[in-house]
């Protein structure tokens, strides 16, 4: 598939116009280990033909031969390559506009001074009016540190806002949040928890991102007990809604009853760590859990879970969850009949599905299909319009069953782009908020302005 591939480029070309001209093209750009996506059509004449072909490949060295092999192919000609991903980054791909025009000066007396005065001494009076009165009600912040940004690791706060910029893009478009961007030049707990305590009053909720563990294990606990608003690192928790939302699906579709399955999980970082966590408190059962870092089995030992081994989850487990980032390391003659199979790490999992499925898994899958963009918009815009005060596991499990429940007929998840689900999983996340007496709004569905 073409968006299994890492890179992607746009390559403008003009044939000759004969038969099997096209046909030729993109036979040379298989033959170089390409793949092609969208082809468009941009001039025709009689005597050639001008397109817009999307090629996909491993690496840029990978890219370099394909575009030799497009040139080299007679009858074509190289116009352009263009990338238009970096095209689509320039100056970023989000900014603060203004809800409404200052085109008057009865407007700017309305909106600054002196008419701010009066909103400002009512909220000095009683600081709940922040919410009515101010854009904190719908502001999100996502902090990140830069530790673990992706598959890429630790490239430092200022290259990680390009994810930055896309989780605010998200959650603006999905469910009308505001998410900032907070970049932190520090790798300190304390001085990152010190950060954000400070900025927290700007902000009606903080979703933690892209912070290595265990640090974020210990920073997300400190600003919960600190905070009154809700603070959730994405990587653990996000992640965790929407595996166990497919964990629940791939279950019903394999009749497998996740109360009774033995589970493992391969790896043991943010991700992992949740994951089981999560898993154990959902079954009441302990999850097996292995980790190269000794530490980080401990860690999983002191909640619960059993320190294990590859070869024997792989040999105990009914359900196997493996979110290590090591490509190919589930073998498949480690595959026993029946197991349900997640292979989270991207771009390449830890097993093939179809690898695992030839070797008798009853159901396999990777982190293409499971993205956590479906839980942490719907989950801040629950919280967010229930004003609640944190975020429960009950929440989180309100979350993935509503994912579960809407995901349709013999797919693993719902698509990340249905709005609906989106909402739904708010709606389920304040409801919950509001049963557990931890909401201080009445709730009011968000609506798309």
């Known amino acids: 598939m073409a968006w299994e591939r890492k890179i992607m480029r746009t390559v403008r070309v003009r044939n000759d116009q004969s038969v099997g001209q096209l046909a030729r093209l993109l036979a040379a750009i298989s033959d170089s280990g390409g793949t092609v996506g969208d082809i468009d059509l941009m001039t025709e004449t009689s005597r050639s033909v001008v397109r ?24 074509t000609k190289i116009l352009q390559v263009r990338d238009e991903v970096l095209e689509l980054h320039q100056k970023g791909k989000i900014a603060i506009r203004s809800r409404f025009p200052i085109d008057s000066m009865a407007t700017l007396r309305l909106v600054y ?16 009016m922040a919410r009515l009165y101010t854009s904190t009600s719908h502001m999100v912040a996502i902090v990140t540190d830069g530790t673990a940004v992706l598959g890429l690791g630790d490239i430092g706060p200022l290259a990680a806002m390009p994810v930055m910029e896309g989780k605010a893009m998200l959650m603006e478009s999905l469910v009308g949040l505001s998410g900032v961007p907070i970049l932190l030049n ?70 497998t009853d996740i109360k009774k399955a033995v589970i493992g999980q391969v ?34 030992e002191a909640v619960g879970g ?62 293409k299909m499971v993205n956590n963009v479906l839980g942490f918009p719907g ?14 596991h009950e929440m989180l499990v309100a979350a993935a069953q509503t994912i579960a429940d809407m995901t349709p007929p013999g797919e693993l998840v719902p698509s990340p782009l249905d709005k609906e689900v989106h909402r739904a999983v708010a709606r389920a996340v304040a409801t919950t908020a509001i049963a557990q007496g931890i909401a201080r709004a009445e709730y009011v569905p968000y609506v798309e302005e």
């Open 52 to 75: 817009d072909i999307t090629i996909y490949a491993e690496d840029t060295e990978h890219i370099d031969k394909v575009v030799k092999a497009m040139a080299a192919n007679p009858g």
């Open 113 to 128: 001074t002196p008419g701010v005065a009066e909103v400002c001494l009512k909220i000095a009076k009683d600081p709940s």
């Open 186 to 255: 520090t790798k300190n707990p304390d001085e990152i928890v010190a950060a954000i305590t400070a900025i927290a009053p700007t902000f009606a909720a903080i979703q933690l991102e892209d912070i290595s563990a265990p640090r974020c294990f210990e920073i997300e606990e400190r600003l919960q007990k600190t905070l009154d608003i809700p603070v959730m690192h994405d990587d653990q928790h996000g992640t965790a809604v929407v595996c166990v939302a497919a964990l629940t699906n791939a279950c019903r579709q394999t009749n």
């Open 267 to 300: 790896g043991l970082g943010a991700a992992g760590y949740a994951i089981a966590k999560m898993l154990m408190r959902l079954t009441g059962n302990a999850v097996l859990g292995t980790d190269l870092s000794a530490e980080a089995i401990q860690h999983f």
């Open 306 to 367: 059993q320190g294990s081994s590859l070869s024997e989850i792989m040999e105990k487990c009914d359900i196997v969850i493996a979110t290590t980032g090591a490509p190919g390391l589930i073998k498949p003659g480690m595959v026993h009949k029946g197991q349900i199979i997640l292979a989270l790490s991207n771009p390449n999992p830890e097993i093939d599905p179809d690898q695992a499925l030839a070797q008798g898994a009853a159901f396999a899958a990777d982190g």
């Open 379 to 392: 989950i801040f815009r629950g919280v967010v319009d229930a004003n609640a005060s944190r975020i429960t």
